[in-house]
C-alpha cells in the first residue's frame, strides 16, 4: 500500500483510540473506483459486540445537512424558491417578521443568519443577518419545514425518490428502529453505547445512517456534477447550486465559506474545517458523531470516514485535527 495513504489510515487509527470510538471506517474512491477500504472496531463499546463491517450504517449526525442542502438545490431548480435572496419571512410567516427582518434563503443555508435558540425553544437574534457566521441548529429546523411545505413531503422523501431509488441506495435511511448493521454511538467512555434512532423519519431528527460505502458515493454524486451510473441522476444545476460558495461577502475573512451547508474551500479560512493544503473547490461536510465527507474535484477523489463517538476529537481545539485530516488526504494526491 502506498505509504502516503498507510499514513491516513494510522492517523484515522490514531484518532479513534484518542477519542475513545469503539469504530472507524475510511472509504477512498479516486476516479469512481474504490482506492481503499478500511473496517475497524465494533459496533459498541459492549462486550462481544459485532466487528465493523462494509454493512456496518454509522449516524451521520450534522452530516445529514448535505441530503437536506440537495432537497434546497432542487427547491430553487424546480421554481419552488424564487431565489436565494428571497426573504425567509415569505415562506415562514409563522415566524416573528421583526425578528427575521431582511433574512433570507441564503442567510439560512451558510449560517450567517443570526438566529439562535434559548433553553425554552424561544428564538433571539445574536446578530444581524449576513453580518456573521455561527453554527446553529433553527435554521435547519426552518429549513426542513419549509422543504415539507413546499414539496408535501419531506425532504428525506423527495430525496430518497430523486436519489436513493435511481441508484439502488438501500443502506442509507433514517431509522426510527434499531438493527444489527446500526453503529451505536457513544456519549461517555465509561458507559455503554446507544443506538441513535429518533420518533420520526421525516428529516427533523438526527437519526439518519449510511455505510461508509454509500456515503462516499453520496459524494462522489456531487463530484460528478449529478452524474452516475452511466446516466444524469441529479441536474448539473442543482449540484453547483448546493456545491459552490453561496456564502455572503464578509468582511472577517476568517469565517468559513458554504455553499448549501457544505463548507467549501474558497480561500483558507482560519474558522473552516477544511485544511489550507486542500485545493480550492474542494467541499466537505462533517458531523459530531465524527462523519466527514472530503470532495476534492481538482484530484477526482472522495473521503468518507467513520467514527462512532459524539464529540470530534481535541476540545475547543477540534478544528486543527479536522483540517488536519483534509490536509493529509491532499497530500496524499498532490
Not at 419571512?89 to 431582511?102: F, H, N, S
Not at 453503529?183 to 443506538?195: R, W
Not at 455505510?211 to 446516466?231: D, P
Amino acid at each position: 500500500m502506498d505509504k502516503k495513504l498507510k499514513k491516513i489510515i494510522n492517523y484515522v487509527e490514531d484518532i479513534k483510540e484518542r477519542n475513545d470510538s469503539s469504530a472507524a471506517a475510511l472509504v477512498m474512491l479516486k476516479d469512481g473506483k474504490i482506492l481503499l477500504e478500511h473496517y475497524s472496531g465494533t459496533h459498541s463499546n459492549s462486550p462481544n459486540s459485532r466487528s465493523i463491517s462494509a454493512d456496518s450504517q454509522f449516524n451521520l449526525a450534522s452530516a445529514r445537512k448535505s441530503y437536506l442542502g440537495l432537497a434546497v438545490a432542487y427547491a430553487l431548480y424546480d421554481g419552488k424558491l424564487k431565489s436565494l435572496d428571497d426573504y425567509a419571512i415569505d415562506y415562514v410567516e409563522e415566524l416573528d417578521k421583526e425578528l427575521l427582518g431582511t433574512t433570507t434563503i441564503r442567510h439560512l443555508v451558510t449560517h450567517s443568519h443570526g438566529l439562535h435558540e434559548k433553553d425554552d425553544g424561544s428564538v433571539f437574534r445574536e446578530f444581524e443577518p449576513g453580518t456573521n457566521w455561527a453554527y446553529r441548529g433553527v435554521n435547519i429546523f426552518m429549513m426542513t419545514e419549509l422543504i415539507q411545505k413546499l414539496y408535501g413531503k419531506s425532504f428525506p422523501e423527495l430525496v430518497r425518490e430523486r436519489v436513493f431509488q435511481p441508484l439502488s441506495f438501500t443502506k442509507t435511511d433514517w431509522y426510527i428502529e434499531s438493527n444489527n448493521n446500526l453503529v451505536q454511538v457513544i456519549e461517555n467512555p465509561e458507559e455503554p453505547a446507544s443506538y441513535k434512532i429518533g420518533q420520526s423519519n421525516d428529516g427533523f431528527e438526527s437519526n439518519q445512517h449510511a455505510t461508509a460505502l454509500e456515503f462516499a458515493l453520496w459524494g462522489n454524486l456531487h463530484l460528478n456534477k449529478g452524474f452516475a451510473n452511466e446516466k444524469q441522476v441529479v441536474p448539473k444545476k442543482v449540484i453547483e447550486i448546493a456545491t459552490n460558495v453561496q456564502s455572503p461577502n464578509y468582511d472577517n475573512k476568517h469565517l468559513p465559506h458554504n455553499g448549501l451547508f457544505w463548507y467549501i474551500q474558497d480561500e483558507p479560512a482560519l474558522k473552516s474545517e477544511i485544511g489550507e493544503r486542500v485545493p480550492k473547490g474542494s467541499f466537505q461536510i462533517v458531523g459530531i458523531t465524527g462523519p466527514t465527507l472530503l470532495v476534492i474535484p481538482e484530484y477526482n477523489v472522495v473521503v468518507a470516514k467513520m467514527y462512532n463517538k459524539r464529540y470530534n476529537y481535541g476540545g475547543s481545539n477540534y478544528l486543527y485535527y479536522l483540517k488536519e485530516f483534509s490536509n493529509l488526504v491532499a497530500d496524499a494526491f498532490q
